[in-house]
C-alpha cells in the first residue's frame, strides 16, 4: 500500500469513518466529519456552544481517531457549527428535489456518505491494486477500505454546486490562490463552496499523483492526455513533482517559492514528501 501509494488515503476515510461511527453516536449533540484537507479533520456540529466545547478537548480526539484509523492519520480536528443534513441536490428542478429517497439515518439529520454508490472506475482500480496483495484477508480488508474512499470521492463530486465546481478547476490549474482572489474570480461563491472546491481539487490530484507514482514504479508512464501516447520516465517524473507541489500549495496556501520537502511532509505526509525528494533526486 505505501509502494502504491493509497496509505494516505485509506487513512482520512478511515479518520471520518471513526468519527461518524464511533465518535459523532457518543455526543449528546449531532455531528459529522465533512472532509479532511491535509492531515486536518473537519467536523460540522449542530451547535455552535459544542463546537467550542469540542474544540477544548481535541487533542484527546486527536489520538483516539489516530489510535483507530492508523498513526499520525490526522494532527489537528476543527469544528465549525452548521446544520448537519443530507447532501444537498444542486439544479432548478425542484420536484426532483423533492422526489429524492433519503436514507433513514439522513431523515434524522446525520448525512451518511457510506450509502452512496461508488464510480466503476474507482472500483476496477481498487480490485486492480488488490490483485497485488496476496494475503486474502489484508486483501479484503483493502479492499474495504479502497471502496469507502472511492464512496467519499463520489459523494464528493455529485455534491458540488456550480460554482464550487468552477472554483474547483481554478483552483487546480492556480492552486497559491487564497479564498480571496478565488470569490473575484467567481462571483458569489461561499465560503462552503470554497472549502468543497479544495477538497475536491485535492481529491483529484491526489488520485492523479497515486496513479503515476504507482504506474511509474511498475514501469508504465502515465500518458500527458487521453489517447496521447505514454510519456517517457523523465517527463512523467516532472509532472509529478508538479502535482505534489501544487497539492501542497492548495493544503497549506503557501506560494511556490516555499515549497520544499519539510512542508510537504508537514502539510502532506512523509509519503509524499519522499515521492518529492525521490523525484528531485532522479532528475
Known amino acids: 500500500m505505501d509502494k502504491m501509494g493509497y496509505t494516505a488515503r485509506i487513512r482520512a476515510a478511515s479518520a471520518m469513518l471513526v468519527w461518524n461511527n464511533e465518535i459523532a453516536p457518543s455526543l449528546a449533540v449531532a455531528s459529522r466529519a465533512t472532509f479532511i484537507r491535509g492531515k486536518t479533520l473537519y467536523v460540522t456540529v449542530e451547535k455552535p456552544v459544542w463546537a467550542q466545547q469540542l474544540s477544548m478537548m481535541k487533542r484527546g480526539l486527536v489520538r483516539r481517531i489516530n489510535g483507530s484509523a492508523g498513526k499520525d492519520a490526522i494532527r489537528d480536528i476543527?469544528?465549525?457549527s452548521g446544520q448537519v443534513?443530507?447532501?444537498l441536490i444542486w439544479g432548478?428542478?425542484?420536484e426532483a428535489s423533492m422526489e429524492l429517497h433519503i436514507p433513514s439515518s439522513q431523515e434524522e439529520g446525520v448525512p451518511d456518505w457510506t450509502c452512496i454508490a461508488p464510480d466503476e472506475e474507482d472500483l476496477v482500480a481498487a480490485g486492480d491494486a488488490a490483485r497485488l496483495i496476496s494475503d486474502p484477508d489484508v486483501r479484503d480488508k483493502f479492499c474495504d477500505w479502497m471502496v469507502a474512499d472511492a464512496k467519499w470521492r463520489a459523494w464528493i463530486r455529485?455534491?458540488?454546486s456550480p460554482k464550487a465546481l468552477?472554483?474547483?478547476e481554478i483552483l487546480k490549474k492556480e492552486p497559491w490562490l487564497n479564498d480571496s482572489h478565488v470569490r473575484a474570480m467567481v462571483s458569489g461563491a461561499s465560503s462552503d463552496d470554497l472549502l468543497r472546491a479544495r477538497d475536491a481539487a485535492a481529491c483529484d490530484l491526489r488520485s492523479e499523483?497515486?496513479?503515476?507514482?504507482?504506474?511509474?514504479?511498475?514501469g508504465v508512464h502515465a500518458p500527458s492526455e487521453p489517447g496521447a501516447e505514454h510519456e517517457p520516465g523523465d517527463k512523467n517524473s516532472i509532472r509529478i513533482k508538479v502535482l505534489v507541489e501544487s497539492l501542497a500549495m492548495l493544503v497549506t496556501g503557501e506560494p511556490p517559492e516555499r515549497i520544499n520537502a519539510e512542508l510537504v511532509e508537514h502539510a502532506l505526509g512523509s509519503e509524499y514528501a519522499s515521492c518529492l525528494c525521490r523525484v528531485r533526486e532522479g532528475l
Open 85 to 87: 443534513r443530507a447532501p
Open 92 to 94: 432548478s428542478d425542484s
Open 166 to 168: 468552477a472554483a474547483a
Open 78 to 80: 476543527r469544528f465549525r
Open 209 to 218: 499523483i497515486s496513479s503515476r507514482v504507482a504506474l511509474e514504479r511498475l
Open 158 to 160: 455529485k455534491n458540488l
